[in-house]
């Protein structure tokens, strides 16, 4: 029986929760996700206007720094009351110091009294399969909802306590793992981006048995 490659992929960050959320979804796909602090890359400043810009920004330093391929993610909510703030500034929406909780209170406090309440959280990934890759491989999703007026739930991180995903009666933060993975910005970016890195061979996947669980997914050594 064939062995699977197992590919390292560094992550261009050192949030928990994104560690947490890729380490689910790419695990099945032999691949052991990395973050980019476990080889004391610093973070880099994010002066793109875009999603994109900043996320090829981080991916670049990050396989820079490691000589590894790396995966970039750069994400945040738009709200429609805010003319699509906070966007790329959601990670610092409250100030120097930001936490996650003062974030999404000051989301709150800004929203106080409005009853236009859409929303949605953008994703875009980058794959780099090297500092200086001229094509890397770029993946756009997006997670519609409504900002509640207070928040709920453990699960999650970011402003998913306040965030109530389109279907759903509850926030992003009451969901499952699988619930949020099925579902969420960047669970369906990372489909994309998954797809994309087979159709150009990076990701092979062969078929060991019959049996579809006993597919199994390898890295091209050259990725």
Known sequence: MQTPIKQQIVLASGNKGKLAEFDQMLAALNIEVL????????????????????????????????GKAAIADDSGIEVDALQG?????????????????????????????????????????????????????????????????APQGEQGHGYDPVFIPQGFDCSAAELTGDQKNAHSHRGKALKLLVS?????????????????????????EQS
């Open 35 to 66: 973050p980019q602090n476990q080889f004391n890359v610093s973070e880099v400043a994010e002066t793109g206007t875009t999603f994109v810009e900043n996320a090829i920004i981080k991916a670049r330093h990050a396989a820079e720094i490691t």
């Open 196 to 220: 994309a890195m087979q159709a150009q061979g990076i990701i092979l996947s062969t078929n060991i048995s019959n049996s579809s669980s006993s597919n199994t997914i390898t890295m091209d």
């Open 85 to 149: 703030q906070p966007g790329i500034y959601s990670a610092r929406y409250s100030g120097e110091g930001a936490t996650e909780t003062s974030n999404y209170l000051k989301l709150l406090d800004a929203l106080q009294g409005e009853t236009l309440r859409s929303a949605r959280f953008q994703c875009v990934l980058v794959y780099m399969r090297h500092a200086k890759d001229p094509t890397p491989i770029i993946c756009q999703a997006s997670w519609e909802g409504t900002i509640n007026h």
